[in-house]
C-alpha cells in the first residue's frame, strides 16, 4: 500500500462529501423563500441515510462479489471484512477508503433528484423513497459498471466517475418523479423567483471543488492519470461557464450569475464519465458543447412538453450526463487509460461507441422502472404530494416547522 495515495484518496473522499452541502446550498438558493429549509433538508437528510445504509449494507451490495452482472452480495454486511488492509479493488490504498469514497458518490447521487420535485413533495415519502431507490437503482448500477464482474463493465461500456451511475440515473429518476407528482400549483401563471443567488454561487463554486476528488479521485491514486482527470474537469466545466455565458447574451442581452454557475455545473456533470478516458483537447468540446445542448434541453422540457423539472435536474444532470457518456465513446483514447478496450469513434473505432449507447440505454431503463417500483411501494406507506394548504403556506413550515428567515421578509415569498 502507499501512503502517498491513501491520503490522496481520504482528501478525494472528503471532496465529494463536500459536494452534498454544495448542493444543499446550490438548490437552495434556486428555491422560493417559503421552500429553501426543505430543500436543504433533503440533501442534508440523505447525508444521514446513505452513510448507515451503506456501511450497512449498501457497500457489500455493490462491491461484494457478483451475481448475474447485476448485484454483489451480503458477504460485507456492516462493513465486516472490509479493513485497513487492501482489497480487491485497489492494492495501493486500504479497503476502507476505497469504501469510504464511494460512500460520498451513494450519498451525492439520490440528493440529485431532490432538485426536481421542491415545493411538493412529503417529506416522509421522499425519504423513504431515496432509501429504496439507493437499494433498487443505486447498488445494482454501481455494481454493473465498477463491480467485479458487473454487467456494463464486461461488455466493454466505461464510466470514469458516474455518467451512469450518478447522472443518468439520478437526471432520468427526477424526471420521472416529476411527471408522477404533477406541476406545481399555478405553474403556467406564476412567476418562480430565485430568492438567492449568492446561495447559488456559493453552492455551486463547492460543487466544483468537490468534483476535483470527485474526478481526479476516480483514478483512485495520486498518479498522473488523476492529474489527467483534475485537468479535463477543469477545462470543461470553465468551457461550459463560458459557453452558457454566451447563450445568455445571444438570448437575452445580458450574462447572468445563476447562468454562469448552471453552466460550469453541466460542464462538470459532462466530463464525469470521460474524465480519465479523453484527451485534454476534447475537454474543451465536451464542454462548450454541453450548455446549448442542456439550455436548450431545459427549454424542450418546459416550455413544449410542460414538465416542471423545478431545478432542472434532467435537464442538466440527465441530459448532460447522457451526453457526456457519448462524448465518452467517441473521444476516448484507450492510450491514456487503458481500462477503455477501445479507442472512440473519432479516432475510427465504433465498438466503444456502441458500448456507451448501450450503457446509457440500460442506465434509463433501470432508472425508469426502478423509481416506478420505489414510487409503487411508497405509496403504502404515505401520499406523495402535500395538499393544497401545505404547499401554499410553503414546505417548511409545513413540514418541518422552521423558517429560513423568520424575522425577515424582503426576500422572495
Known amino acids: 500500500m502507499n501512503t502517498g495515495d491513501t491520503a490522496f484518496m481520504i482528501i478525494s473522499a472528503a471532496l465529494v462529501f463536500f459536494m452534498t ?38 457497500y457489500s451490495l455493490s462491491f461484494g462479489g457478483n451475481h448475474g452482472g447485476i448485484i454483489g452480495d451480503f458477504r460485507w454486511l456492516g462493513l465486516n471484512g472490509v479493513g485497513m488492509e487492501a482489497g480487491p479493488y485497489a492494492d495501493n490504498i486500504p479497503h476502507l477508503v476505497f469504501c469510504a469514497f464511494q460512500m460520498m458518490f451513494a450519498m451525492i447521487t439520490p440528493a440529485l433528484i431532490t432538485g426536481s420535485l421542491v415545493g411538493r413533495m412529503r417529506f ?19 455494481h454493473m459498471v465498477w463491480g467485479e464482474g458487473g454487467f456494463l463493465a464486461a461488455i466493454g461500456s466505461v464510466d470514469f466517475a458516474g455518467g451512469d451511475v450518478v447522472h443518468i440515473s439520478s437526471g432520468i429518476s427526477a424526471v420521472v418523479l416529476a411527471v408522477i407528482l404533477g406541476r406545481r400549483r399555478g405553474y403556467e401563471h406564476t412567476t418562480y423567483r430565485i430568492h438567492n443567488i449568492p446561495f447559488v454561487v456559493l453552492g455551486a463554486s463547492m460543487l466544483w471543488f468537490g468534483w476535483f476528488g470527485f474526478n481526479a479521485g476516480s483514478a483512485l491514486g ?49 466530463i464525469t464519465p470521460g474524465a480519465g478516458f ?32 423545478a431545478l432542472d435536474a434532467f435537464g442538466c444532470h440527465g441530459i448532460g450526463g447522457i451526453w ?31 458500448a456507451q449507447i448501450i450503457g446509457i440505454i440500460v442506465t434509463i431503463a433501470i432508472a425508469i422502472a426502478g423509481t416506478l417500483i420505489c414510487v409503487a411501494i411508497v405509496k403504502v406507506f404515505s401520499p406523495l404530494r402535500v395538499d393544497v394548504r401545505e404547499e401554499q403556506l410553503g414546505l417548511d413550515i409545513s413540514q418541518h416547522g422552521e423558517s429560513a428567515y423568520p424575522c425577515f421578509n424582503g426576500l422572495d415569498q
Open 324 to 354: 457526456g457518456g457519448i462524448a465518452t465513446g467517441i473521444f476516448t483514447q484507450s492510450s491514456i487509460n487503458d481500462v477503455a478496450r477501445w479507442d472512440g469513434l473519432i479516432f475510427g473505432d465504433y465498438h466503444l461507441f456502441l
Open 124 to 142: 416522509k415519502a421522499l425519504f423513504l423513497f431515496v432509501a429504496l431507490w439507493s437499494i433498487i437503482v443505486y447498488y445494482p448500477l454501481a
Open 222 to 270: 495520486a498518479n498522473g492519470l488523476a492529474a489527467h482527470a483534475f485537468m479535463t474537469s477543469a477545462i470543461s466545466a470553465a468551457s461550459a461557464l463560458l459557453s452558457w455565458m454566451l447563450l445568455d447574451v445571444v438570448k437575452e442581452g445580458k450574462a447572468t450569475l445563476v447562468g454562469a454557475s448552471t453552466g460550469l455545473v453541466v460542464g462538470l456533470v459532462a
Open 278 to 309: 479523453v484527451p485534454i483537447w476534447a475537454a474543451f468540446i465536451i464542454g462548450a458543447l454541453v450548455s446549448p445542448i442542456c439550455y436548450y434541453g431545459v427549454i424542450f422540457i418546459k416550455k413544449k412538453l410542460k414538465i416542471d423539472d
Open 21 to 58: 452541502p454544495g448542493l444543499a446550498f446550490f438548490y437552495g438558493g434556486l428555491v422560493r423563500r417559503k421552500n429553501v429549509c426543505n430543500t436543504m433538508m433533503a440533501c442534508v437528510a440523505i447525508m444521514g441515510i446513505s452513510v448507515v445504509m451503506w456501511a450497512l449494507f449498501g
